[in-house]
């Protein structure tokens, strides 16, 4: 109960928090993100996925944050703020 957890996603990776993104047995993304957000998680996208694919923030679920650099994020969260890396 007392971890932040904190979702960075950039690349491919992006696809699961676009509006309408479904899992291989039609479930939608939107309805596991929208529990996840509400008990807390953070999930945040790089800007620089956006521009090189030419998605736009509207194409996004609406509990998403947007962030100049993934990568940029994940390095700050790990030596300013202590978080631990885990890669799926």
Same mark, same amino acid.
């Given at each position: 109960?007392?971890? =932040? +957890? #904190?979702? %960075?996603?950039?690349?491919?990776? #992006? &696809?699961?928090?676009? $509006?309408?993104?479904?899992? =291989?047995?039609?479930?939608? !993304?939107? &309805? +596991? #993100?929208? *529990?996840?957000?509400?008990?807390? #998680?953070?999930? =945040? @996208?790089?800007?620089?996925?956006?521009?090189?694919?030419?998605?736009? $923030?509207?194409?996004?679920? &609406? !509990? %998403? $944050?947007?962030?100049?650099?993934? %990568? @940029?994020? %994940?390095? *700050?969260?790990?030596?300013?703020?202590? !978080?631990?890396?885990? $890669?799926?």
């Amino acid at each position: 109960p007392e971890t =932040e +957890i #904190v979702a %960075v996603a950039h690349a491919a990776g #992006v &696809d699961f928090l676009l $509006k309408g993104a479904k899992d =291989e047995n039609g479930n939608k !993304y939107e &309805d +596991i #993100v929208e *529990r996840l957000a509400l008990g807390g #998680v953070r999930f =945040e @996208v790089c800007e620089i996925t956006l521009r090189e694919r030419s998605l736009s $923030k509207q194409q996004f679920v &609406d !509990y %998403v $944050k947007f962030v100049p650099s993934g %990568v @940029v994020e %994940v390095t *700050r969260l790990q030596q300013r703020e202590g !978080y631990a890396y885990l $890669k799926p």
